[in-house]
């Protein structure tokens, strides 16, 4: 079954890589755990389901498989569109130490290269420096703005918390079990949108209504809406954005500039065009080191979780 929406980058990139397990082995493979068999025993998942996974990262051009040399067994390797995420996994990592009492995000050691220099990355308007806050952003139509036909059959969210992952590199686990369904993050995007009552989410995210119910609960149960009453007979409520909603931004928006440069089938351009409205420019999220401030890229930092390294001592 189908549905239509409009065009956006962030469900694009959402309906390839917002999978809970999707985002776990992609993050594995990042630290570079590339074995089907490490995966498997790192995340705790099922063989059936890792298999299918792997499959589908395959066949989005997210991960590349190394055949079989000798004895040895295929191995999985990021691409240059995987690889592209970095700034993403950083952003996941700076909300999830910056809400949550995480150990092993304590334990999370960044040196970019160009430095010398322990920071924590930062996301900022290109243009002006000031930080990116999606409080202050205005969004216009851009010159790929049209209808995505999107497939209505999605896997259902995993009822396995990330907390049962067994892998101590699971550095943002919050997140992964916030975004790890693709309904529950296209939500809190629409919210970005200025979207407060139930209504309006529903007319965007034409889904049934107790799978979009059941995901406004949750968003309020693990804090990133809060309800406010706005009608008393009967009672009704809207939706709002706690400061660890919009906390979220800096994530979104790295996905958002993923899905413009990587999800774009028909080539029209992006979808949608965001102003800051600090200086009136279009905004394009810049991840900066906070001690020196210049741009971070994967290949000029170092990225280890000292905890790891002293378990194997």
């Known amino acids: 079954m ?8 962030i469900n694009r990139a959402l309906d390839q890589i917002g999978d809970k397990w999707c985002l776990l082995i992609l993050q594995e493979v990042f630290w570079g755990i590339t074995s089907f068999s490490d995966i498997l025993r790192e995340i705790g998942i099922s063989r059936g389901v ?3 996974r792997l499959n589908w990262l395959q066949e989005k051009e997210c991960l590349r498989k190394r055949p079989a040399d000798g004895s040895r067994h295929p191995t999985y390797h990021l691409t240059r569109k995987s690889v592209d995420l970095y700034h993403n996994a950083l952003m ?3 909300w999830e130490d910056r809400y949550f009492d995480t150990p092993d995000i304590r334990a999370v050691r960044l040196v970019h290269g160009l430095c010398g220099k322990h920071f924590t990355p930062r996301m900022e308007c290109a ?3 000031l930080d990116a806050d999606g409080r202050d952003v205005v969004y216009h139509p851009g010159p790929g703005a049209t209808r995505d036909v999107r497939d209505k059959k999605v896997r259902r969210r995993s009822s396995l918390s990330v907390d ?4 101590a590199r699971n550095v943002y686990r919050n997140l992964v079990n916030l975004i790890g369904d693709r309904w529950t993050a296209n939500v809190i995007a629409l919210a970005f949108h200025g979207l407060h009552r139930f209504d309006e989410f529903h007319k965007e995210l034409p889904v049934a209504t107790n799978i979009l119910a059941d995901r406004m609960r949750f968003l309020v ?5 809060e309800t406010r009453p706005y009608q008393h007979r009967p009672l009704r409520h809207d939706y709002h954005l706690t400061d660890q909603g919009w906390g979220l931004f800096p994530w979104f928006l790295t996905l958002l500039q993923w899905g ?3 999800c774009d089938p028909s080539g029209a351009g992006r979808p949608m065009r965001l102003e800051h409205t600090r200086c009136g420019e279009t905004l394009h999220g810049r991840v900066v080191c906070d001690a020196c401030g210049d741009e971070v890229f994967a290949h000029e930092v170092s990225f280890t979780i000292q905890a790891l390294e002293s378990r194997a001592q």
């Open 2 to 9: 189908e549905f239509t929406t409009r065009a956006s980058s």
């Open 50 to 52: 890792l298999s299918n």
């Open 92 to 94: 996941a990592v700076v």
């Open 127 to 129: 243009h002006c420096h």
């Open 164 to 167: 049962d992952v067994p892998s």
């Open 221 to 225: 149960a693990q804090g990133i809406f």
């Open 260 to 262: 413009d440069k990587w």
